[in-house]
């Protein structure tokens, strides 16, 4: 009997293990596709104080937290949280999303946030994002913020780059979806190429993300710690092969360079309007929203 009770306890000990908090209905979809998954082991607690207790004494690869409208208040007690537990990673689950709401997020240390209607697939990759860092520190910061005028800065870390693109995505904003899809969509170009190119993947080195909503436009403003590119010397980017945009993969694969090199063409094809500093290092995005 013993021997069987040292066996379950091996057993359990190897799962990745989820703690679901508050009411798990909502995102039952999400969490299922775990709690069906026999790799992963799902516990649940209804009320957040319930949380910290559990954090102290098990290891979980992240903590899904569904906050219902009037929950608002808990962000506050999230403050607390690298107190009782340094490394746990935290994703939100929100019924609606406002600035105030997210900007608390992000300053509690939050790995992402996500709003109704839940996008499952994206929810169930950022999971597995946070499972799979094992050595995680957060990496964004807000250093300015009005709902018209919002400056972080992020580590050079290809999972912060995603992160940082969820949490845009839940900005409100008078955008179509697939609107908000393409602006999303050319923001993380621009930005994983900052952090690729600019900040060479370190992440002791930090890119300066800065949000501008005027009356007509949405802008984003990227600035990296790199010492920029010459925009008539991009024979591994696409952009440099309207002719044929697949040329440049031979010089990537020649060069060392990873799979990719869209990032610019693709930004260009879905906000209206795209412009590099002189030297390279900074980049512009502006999306008309009227």
Same mark, same amino acid.
């Given at each position: 009997?013993?021997?069987?009770?040292?066996?379950?306890?091996?057993?359990?000990?190897?799962?990745?293990?989820?703690?679901?908090?508050?009411?798990?209905?909502?995102?039952?979809?999400?969490?299922?596709?775990?709690?069906?998954?026999?790799?992963?082991?799902?516990?649940?607690?209804?009320?957040?104080?319930?949380?910290?207790?559990?954090?102290?004494?098990?290891?979980?690869?992240?903590? =899904?937290?569904?906050?219902?409208?009037?929950?608002?208040?808990?962000?506050?007690?999230?403050?607390?949280?690298?107190?009782?537990?340094?490394?746990?990673?935290?994703? &939100?689950?929100?019924?609606?999303?406002?600035?105030?709401? &997210?900007?608390?997020?992000?300053?509690?240390?939050?790995? +992402?946030?996500?709003?109704?209607?839940?996008?499952?697939?994206?929810?169930?990759?950022?999971?597995?994002?946070?499972?799979?860092?094992?050595?995680?520190?957060?990496?964004?910061?807000?250093?300015?913020?009005?709902?018209?005028?919002?400056?972080?800065?992020?580590?050079?870390?290809?999972?912060?780059?995603?992160? =940082?693109?969820?949490?845009?995505?839940?900005?409100?904003?008078?955008?179509?979806?697939?609107?908000?899809?393409?602006?999303?969509?050319?923001?993380?170009?621009? &930005?994983?190429?900052?952090?690729?190119?600019?900040?060479?993947?370190?992440?002791?080195?930090?890119?300066?993300?800065?949000?501008?909503?005027?009356?007509?436009?949405?802008?984003?403003?990227?600035?990296?710690?790199?010492?920029?590119? +010459?925009?008539?010397?991009?024979?591994?980017?696409?952009? +440099?092969? +309207?002719?044929?945009?697949?040329?440049?993969?031979?010089?990537?694969?020649?060069?060392?360079?990873?799979?990719?090199?869209?990032?610019?063409?693709?930004?260009?094809?879905?906000?209206?309007?795209?412009?590099?500093?002189?030297?390279?290092?900074?980049?512009? &995005?502006?999306?008309?929203?009227?």
């Amino acid at each position: 009997m013993a021997g069987v009770n040292a066996t379950q306890e091996t057993a359990n000990a190897t799962l990745t293990r989820i703690l679901v908090v508050g009411d798990a209905q909502p995102i039952a979809e999400i969490w299922g596709k775990f709690h069906n998954d026999p790799k992963w082991r799902t516990d649940f607690v209804c009320h957040w104080q319930d949380a910290a207790p559990m954090l102290r004494h098990a290891r979980y690869a992240v903590v =899904l937290v569904h906050l219902g409208m009037e929950s608002a208040s808990e962000l506050t007690v999230m403050r607390t949280l690298p107190a009782t537990n340094q490394l746990v990673k935290i994703i &939100l689950f929100v019924e609606q999303s406002t600035i105030d709401q &997210l900007l608390a997020a992000i300053r509690a240390h939050a790995f +992402s946030y996500f709003s109704y209607p839940f996008d499952v697939s994206a929810a169930c990759h950022m999971i597995n994002t946070a499972a799979a860092l094992s050595d995680w520190v957060n990496g964004i910061e807000v250093l300015s913020a009005t709902p018209e005028y919002l400056t972080l800065r992020l580590r050079c870390a290809m999972s912060t780059a995603d992160r =940082l693109v969820q949490f845009m995505k839940e900005v409100p904003i008078e955008l179509l979806p697939d609107e908000l899809h393409d602006t999303a969509q050319a923001f993380r170009e621009l &930005l994983l190429n900052a952090i690729e190119h600019g900040g060479k993947l370190d992440r002791n080195q930090w890119v300066r993300v800065s949000r501008v909503r005027t009356k007509r436009t949405l802008v984003y403003h990227i600035v990296d710690p790199g010492e920029g590119f +010459s925009r008539w010397d991009l024979s591994h980017a696409a952009v +440099s092969h +309207s002719d044929d945009p697949l040329f440049h993969v031979q010089i990537r694969e020649a060069l060392g360079y990873r799979a990719g090199g869209f990032g610019m063409l693709i930004a260009r094809h879905m906000v209206d309007e795209v412009i590099y500093n002189e030297q390279g290092n900074q980049v512009i &995005l502006i999306k008309h929203v009227d």
